[in-house]
């Protein structure tokens, strides 16, 4: 190995690339905030709650999402901490975008699961651990809101078990909760951080017998030192042991306790996540498994987003670097359309403020601009041509047909729709049938309609009505022969995708199976099997 190589090596392992995952208002804005402020990357942090004081959070940049303080959008956000840099994929939190959320998580190399210790594991957080389980990523859980009060710790490990399937190895434990949350013991170092409040901890050791620590009774009350002994007793003896190949399978999650919003605890979770989670892990594509130092450079698009700087109407394609080094104005060559690219305007983000950077390496997220010519899912590549493997498109859920309200302004609706199509924010339909050709969105969540009309008028001055369809499954029919009045029924619509491939609308599975029974020759897929590699 030359110089070049050990120091790209050396770089590479330096990086740590992780999502945040949880349901809707379990502290995932306020946590991601703190690791910034520990990584100097901001002053002060941002409060979704604080709208009234116009302090947005530092991950939430479009519109709407300053409006509604929440997230509705993939932010990306890059820092170094103690010799890493650390590049954040902020998840929305909002159950409505799970898509979005599915395609971030496929450039990440472990996700962090944030839930909120009143409410457990909730929906949002079960949908999108599957989607780490298919992946089969670390997932390192916090367990937030320990100043307040909220359900025992052990059945909190409990249900993390029984819900998700994955045993739980916790790295430290709580003492108390809500009013009577004194702070959390390391298991592994033998301390006890003190929680004081307004950001304040006191770290003492806890070694030798907990009753004679004078420090300890000071802070602690006989029952608080005695159900602490018992429970770390009870752990010691039945609970998981730390194992670090089951965690980097996946198979076994660290458990962290503490508050966010009061800063305590992160900066404890922060430092054991950096020792423990995996730097850039090989990629697998269709000529195996990508090493990230051992190869050239290797990326694939998993986002893209239009105006994300409205005055200038840029469009950009985020691209997760597997391997290699990355260069400002290189040449690399995309793998669907087998054209070359010169990749010269190249940027690192701060949710929306970016940066021109001149390199980067495997791990990192760049975005690139795009004049059109991505579509997320494409592979670049110099040398060696391959090729990463596509993301699955989820089925829609809720469907609209949508036309626009001025006529005259039809250009500017296409263009959106068709960007919006492009970054994955909506699916769009054509209905065919009798010379009628309606469009039709399909959303995953409800709320995407909401976000697709308020950029339609926001960023391309066009406005939009919708009619709601009573729909709620579609699936993409396969078959040699295929007669389209077998499909159609009073519970069905026909339509073609972007691409022209059939796809059924149902109204409910009853109606599903109706149709399959008449079509035995024919499957019905979730996806489209042309997005499958």
């Known amino acids: 190995m030359n110089k070049a190589q050990a120091e790209l090596k050396s770089s590479i392992e330096k990086r740590r ?6 349901h809707p208002d379990a502290g995932k804005t306020t946590l991601t905030e703190k690791l910034l402020l520990f990584g100097g990357a901001i002053r002060l942090a941002g409060s979704v709650k604080g709208r009234k004081t116009k302090k947005f959070a530092t991950s939430d940049w479009m519109e709407i999402e300053k409006q509604r303080g929440i997230s509705v959008t993939s932010s990306v956000m890059q820092f170094p901490y103690q010799g890493h840099l650390i590049n954040i994929l902020d998840t929305p939190g909002h159950q409505d975008f799970s898509e979005d959320t599915y395609r971030t998580l496929m450039a990440a190399d472990s996700a962090v699961m944030l839930i909120d210790a009143a409410k457990g594991v909730e929906p949002q957080t079960i949908k999108l ?21 909220g ?17 739980s190895c916790p790295l430290n434990w709580p003492i108390g909760m809500g009013s ?23 770290i003492m050791p806890a070694v030798g017998p907990w009753q004679e620590n004078t420090r300890l009774r000071e802070v602690l009350d006989n029952d608080q030192i005695k159900q602490l002994e018992d429970e770390i007793a009870l752990l010691d003896i039945a609970g998981d042991p730390f194992d670090q190949e089951k965690i980097n399978a996946g198979r076994l999650t660290p458990v962290f306790f503490g508050s966010a919003i009061n800063n305590f605890g992160v900066q404890t979770f922060l430092d054991q ?14 000529q195996g498994y990508i090493n990230p130092a051992e190869h050239g450079f290797s990326s694939f698009v998993f986002k893209i987003q ?40 190249p940027q690192q983000f701060f949710a929306q403020s970016r940066d021109i950077i001149e390199e980067a390496c495997a791990g990192d997220i760049v975005g690139v601009y795009d004049p059109g010519i991505f579509q997320i899912g494409d592979t670049l590549y110099v040398g060696k041509p391959l090729r990463y493997e596509e993301m ?39 209905t065919f049938l009798n010379g009628i050709e309606d469009t039709v969105l399909g959303v995953v969540g409800e709320l995407q309609f909401e976000v697709f009309q308020f950029r339609l008028r926001h960023e391309y001055g066009a406005e939009v009505m919708l009619e709601r369809l009573p729909h709620r499954l ?22 073609k995708d972007q691409s022209g491939q059939l796809a059924v609308l149902f109204k409910n599975e009853i109606a599903l199976e109706w149709t399959q029974e008449k079509n035995l020759e024919l499957t019905f897929e979730t996806t489209d099997k042309k997005t499958l590699t």
């Not at 690339?17 to 949880?22: D, N, V, Y």
């Not at 359900?151 to 045993?167: S, T, W």
């Not at 029919?477 to 339509?495: A, M, P, R």
């Open 392 to 430: 699955p498109q989820f089925s829609p859920e809720h469907f609209a047909k949508v036309s626009i309200h001025d006529a005259m302004k039809h250009k500017r609706f296409y263009k959106g729709l068709k960007q919006l199509a492009e970054e994955g924010a909506v699916q769009v339909f054509k």
């Open 474 to 495: 579609a699936r993409w029919v396969h078959g040699e022969k295929i007669d389209t009045q077998n499909l159609k029924s009073l519970n069905s619509l026909l339509v």
């Open 129 to 149: 651990f599957e989607a780490c389980r298919l992946r089969q990523i670390p997932v390192f859980t916090f367990i937030n809101k320990m100043d307040r009060f």
């Open 306 to 345: 239009a105006n994300m700087d409205p005055a200038h109407r840029d469009r950009i394609a985020f691209m997760r670097i597997c391997s290699g080094q990355f260069q400002r104005g290189m040449t690399a060559t995309n793998a669907s359309k087998g054209k070359k690219i010169k990749l010269s305007q």
């Open 273 to 286: 996540f950096l020792k423990l989670a995996p730097p850039p892990q090989p990629q697998k594509s269709n």
């Open 180 to 202: 009577d949350f004194r702070g959390i013991y390391d298991r592994h170092t033998d301390q006890v951080e003190l929680f004081k409040g307004n950001d304040e901890r006191e």
């Open 17 to 22: 690339t992780f999502a945040i995952i949880s």
């Open 151 to 167: 359900k025992d710790p052990l059945g909190l490990l409990e249900e993390i078990e029984q819900v998700l399937g994955m045993r």
